[in-house]
């Protein structure tokens, strides 16, 4: 009753939600998450269950009880670093997942070694400034790689206010863009996960190729 799916069941799992073509390309590719937070683990628990081949996890914070009510952590975790805590989980829910972790900081000096394997850089941290100098660090030093950012998912306002913009070629941003947790109520879980969940959707349809389809399509009725 507990045995394990072998990796053949669970890929034709997939195939049977997702599509042959679409599964191939995601178990082929590479996701950079960086940040393990409510938006990070969250992302990574969705690309994971999507198929994505390889995750790439980056954190320098370990489990504090205060991250529970919205971080995909367990109670015994708490004082573990994320990158192990959350490479557990994952490996609980998607066994055959390539998994890469940091214990690490990222800064403008590391970033680009951190995370040039990547398909899909995804940015999910908690601070202003380092995800400016993530973005930043991206879009200066390797425009062509894809990268999906959040910004505003904080309080209880409606979740429908949450969206996806495509802010450059190769650059996304998710959430309402507005609230921050400085104004008074501050992060709670079924809006971070639903920004998180405009994230990995995101990354699934840039591997897909699903994306750039739409953004083509866009650009012919001048909508972008």
């Keep these: ?30 996701v950079a998450v960086c940040g393990l937070g409510g938006l990070g683990s969250n992302i990574a628990i969705s690309l994971a269950r999507a198929g994505v081949g390889k995750l790439i996890l980056i954190d ?3 489990v504090d009880i205060s991250n529970l009510h919205r971080q995909q952590y367990k109670a015994f975790q708490v004082g573990m670093p994320k990158p192990d805590a959350l490479s557990s989980n994952l490996q609980e829910i998607a066994p055959y997942v390539q998994l890469e972790t940091h214990f690490v900081r990222m800064t ?40 999906v950012s959040g910004s505003g998912m904080a309080g209880f306002k409606d979740a429908n206010s949450i969206q996806t913009r495509r ?3 190769n650059f996304y941003i998710c959430g309402d863009g507005v609230s921050d947790v ?13 920004c998180a969940a405009h994230e990995a959707l995101t990354v699934v349809r840039l591997i897909c190729g699903l994306e750039a389809l739409q953004g083509n399509k866009d650009s012919e009725n001048g909508k972008r």
């Design 1 to 30: 009753m507990n045995t394990i799916p072998s990796r053949q069941q669970l890929f034709d799992a997939l195939v049977e939600r997702q599509g042959l073509e679409n599964v191939k390309k995601l178990q082929a590719a590479t």
């Design 167 to 169: 802010v450059l070629k």
């Design 108 to 147: 403008e000096e590391n970033t680009l070694s951190l995370t040039q394997n990547a398909d899909v850089v995804c940015e999910a941290f908690d601070k202003a400034d380092a995800k400016a100098m993530l973005v930043n660090t991206i879009l200066e030093q390797n425009p062509n790689q894809f990268l």
């Design 182 to 194: 400085n104004d008074g109520i501050g992060l709670i879980a079924p809006r971070v996960m639903a």
């Design 60 to 62: 320098f914070d370990t």
